[in-house]
């Protein structure tokens, strides 16, 4: 129901803490010359394994960090205001499972970026909407699929060398699994009509009676009078025998 999408606080402010993290750690970065980048994912290392964690707080560069902020400030506040009660869960799974996807057939390379943690929000937004079948959640995947459709192009190997395409695929796996395993309530448009009803009978309906098997109009046909009746006393009689046996029982002048 349309009651269970309500606004708080916590629709941009999930995204804007998430996202200002994000900038806190690229300049303490740059501020203090640390080096990050050996905290990312390293496929199939032991010591890769802490980028599963680390890694979608580390950028290569502003560029790079802008490039993201932007997509997880709207999908974010979209998974926020759209799946209050699973965006906790969504974003902590989508974080741990797109990293060890990407740690398990990533090329040899630290992979850094909040890129696998977009296109975990980018999947399980678009094949949950679809899935449930609700308009207002239909509508909202066209949406981000018209906008940020593109990004499926870079799934695949060798259209951008320098992006971690093991990274977006695994995000992208990861955010098509949550859609089907994360439960959600049963979204249904609110009845105003009686024919929206699973009970509906048209038959029973006196408008729908108005129109044969082939949907043209008749009129219905129109019932022959009863015979007026009149109540006397205790007793249902006919109004004209009542009359007759009066005049009967008057004398004659």
């Not at 996202?19 to 994912?41: A, K, M």
């Not at 029973?204 to 009129?219: A, I, T």
Request: charged content about 20%.
């Amino acid at each position: 129901m349309d009651n269970d999408f309500k606004y708080t606080n916590s629709v941009w402010g999930l995204p804007l803490f998430f996202v200002l993290s994000l900038w806190i750690v690229y300049w303490l970065q740059i501020r203090f010359d640390f080096d990050f980048f050996d905290n990312g994912i390293y496929p199939r290392t032991f010591s890769g394994l802490q980028g599963v964690i680390f890694s979608p707080f580390i950028h290569s560069d502003l560029s790079h960090l802008y490039n993201n902020s932007l997509p997880l400030l709207v999908l974010l506040a979209a998974l926020q205001f759209f799946y209050a009660k699973e965006s906790t869960s969504v974003i902590v799974l989508g974080i741990l499972f797109s990293g060890l996807g990407t740690w398990l057939i990533g090329r040899s390379s630290y992979h850094i970026g909040a890129s696998g943690l977009i296109y975990v929000l980018f999947s399980f937004i678009f094949f949950k909407g679809i899935r449930t079948k609700y308009y207002r959640l239909v509508a909202l995947s066209l949406t981000v699929i018209m906008v940020y459709g593109g990004m499926v192009w870079y799934v695949f190997p060798k259209v951008d060398e320098v992006v971690s395409w093991e990274g977006h695929l695994a995000g992208l796996i990861t955010g098509l699994a949550l859609a089907f395993v994360k439960k959600t309530p049963e979204y249904h448009k609110p009845i105003k009509y009686d024919w929206e009803r699973p009970e509906y009978d048209a038959t029973e309906d006196k408008f729908m009676q108005r129109f044969d098997e082939n949907g043209n109009f008749v009129n219905p046909p129109i019932p022959e009078p009863e015979p007026e009746e009149y109540y006397y006393s205790d007793w249902n009689v006919n109004y004209e025998l009542i009359k007759n046996e009066k005049n009967e029982s008057e004398p004659e002048s």
